[in-house]
Nanobody, 124 residues
Framework: QVQLVESGGGLVQAGGSLRLSCAASGRTFSSYCMGWFRQAPGKEREFVAAINRSGGGTYTANSVKGRFTISRDNDKNTVYLQMNSLKPEDTALYYC?????????????????WGQGTQVTVSS
């Protein structure tokens, strides 16, 4: 079992930055692919970024490429999402997810564990 707790969300003006964190419980964090997803009101949950267990491989959605960066610290059992140049369309509830896998996973159906989410609101 893995428990995930997100933090770092908030209200920011367009063009601003936020860094989300996701702290994971357990001793096997380094075995997990970690992902960030988001869901805006009335929309489906969508992939944002993912990172493999070592941190050496990442994949980022085209909609945020060049603005968002995923990273992880296996010593701290934490994965991060650095979000720069935020836009109003980035407003959503952001979720952290985990899957015991060697791959970089991008689909919601591939992940086994989810956090409760942290709200990001970008004002224009």
């Amino acid at each position: 079992q893995v428990q995930l707790v997100e933090s770092g969300g908030g209200l920011v003006q367009a063009g601003g930055s936020l860094r989300l964190s996701c702290a994971a419980s357990g001793r096997t964090f380094s075995s997990y692919c970690m992902g960030w997803f988001r869901q805006a009101p009335g929309k489906e949950r969508e992939f944002v970024a993912a990172i493999n267990r070592s941190g050496g491989g990442t994949y980022t959605a085209n909609s945020v490429k060049g603005r968002f960066t995923i990273s992880r610290d296996n010593d701290k059992n934490t994965v991060y999402l650095q979000m720069n140049s935020l836009k109003p369309e980035d407003t959503a509830l952001y979720y952290c997810a985990a899957k015991n896998s060697i791959w970089v996973l991008t689909s919601t159906t591939e992940y086994d564990y989810w956090g409760q989410g942290t709200q990001v609101t970008v004002s224009s």
